[in-house]
């Protein structure tokens, strides 16, 4: 038999499990929405928790809430943020677009546990308020975007671009590593002029730098906060200093540059900033699946694919076919790349259907963001680590498939013409000859000639990896 005890909020009274901390408004909101299995993430969870710690500092500093009762809602935050009441955050992401389930979830959490700090009970006789407390100078309409904003931020900082960096290192030093291997391009699918492997390498390099000026260049408006404006923006309830104390208490507890938003009216009614940091992070797996995509090409084999390079066996590849080994971090990058533009498009149609004075589509749009950024993050980790580490070039074969390329006739066009360069190749390829025999035999150039201008190195020109 579950033990209950009885909490009141303004719909009337109902019953609580007596071990929970959470209270009437959060219990009324497990039985409203029942609604799939996905749970806020403990990302977004610990920024309320960082948010209440932060107002609750200002609203004491500012003579609005008792040193007693804020000590006792910042011990309580702290206690959410060491992960010591994880299960008290039941709440699912379908729940209303402006998060308010959540942020009153957060409300009687920490009131409930600082009721108990100060030596009081849970429930109705507590001696800390969710609402007149822990939520002072809020309202749920600006608390839960900077909840978002704080764990974006975060997330992007901490987790996502150490390992896009730490990817691009990687590649550029393959890329410099490689930088005398001359290979065949390809374009169309079709065989190309020359290139080095360290130049198509660098080609990589240089998407990944342009991704990550994207998404810095993204930060300072999600560093924006929209805590303050309370309902609409106006700030209703709050003090003239409150907005942008603590968004300096946050910056301080959080070492992230964070600032009040300059207007809070599009702070509370868009998505924009999280619309437009998506944005970058989608450029970003549009860049990674072609890196994959490439990779997993050029290792394909190994025996009738391009087999250029080679990259980590790392698992067998199949269950009835003996001594496959398949570019399975290849496929992971690709898979965890289309979900990532699918949740683009959710952010999207999400950050433009807010109406008026806010946006309620927010829960979805934190759920998918987040999503996004430990997809990339750990997907790049894991890629990194099992294959672009160890990709070591196949010389050999390399050398086999430029020496076979008919495309090298493209050399002589300056010395020969375009058409008769083209009637070589056309030759050669009809008969099975050499580009050499076929130049000779149609008379267009001695033996001499040939070795002095179809020379492969000489065809890639001077731009060298990273330039």
Known sequence: MVTVRREKDSMGAIEVPA??????????????????????PVSLIHALALTKRAAAKVNQDLGLLAAEKASAIIQAADE?????????????????????????????????????????????????????DVNKSQSSNDVFPTAMHVAALLALREHLIPQLSALTDTLRDKSHAFADIVKIGRTHLQDATPLTLGQEISGWVAMLEHNLRHIEHSLPHVAELALGGTAVGT??????????????????????PFVTAPNKFEALATCDALVQAHGALKGLAASLMKIANDVRWLASGPRCGIGEIAIPENE???SIMPGKVNPTQCEAVTMLCCQVMGNDVAINMGGASGNFELNVYRPMVIHNFLQTVRLLADGMESFNKHCASG???NRERITQLLNESLMLVTALNTHIGYDKAAEIAKKAHKEGLTLKASAVALGYLSDEEFDAWVRPELMVGSMTPGR
């Open 80 to 132: 959410v943020l060491a992960g010591k009441h994880a299960d008290e955050f039941p709440m699912a992401i379908w729940q209303t677009g402006s998060g308010t389930q959540s942020n009153m979830n957060m409300n009687e959490v920490l009131a409930n546990r600082a009721s108990e700090i100060l030596g009081g009970v849970r429930g109705m006789e507590r001696k800390v308020h969710p609402n007149d």
């Open 316 to 318: 067998p590849g199949s």
């Open 19 to 40: 071990d929970k901390l959470w209270g009437a408004q959060t219990q009324r909101s497990l039985e409203h929405f029942r609604i799939s299995t996905e749970k806020m």
């Open 391 to 393: 990709i070591e070039p």
């Open 235 to 256: 700030g209703l309830n709050t003090h003239p200093e409150y907005a942008r104390r603590v968004a300096e208490e946050l910056a301080t507890i959080t070492a992230a």
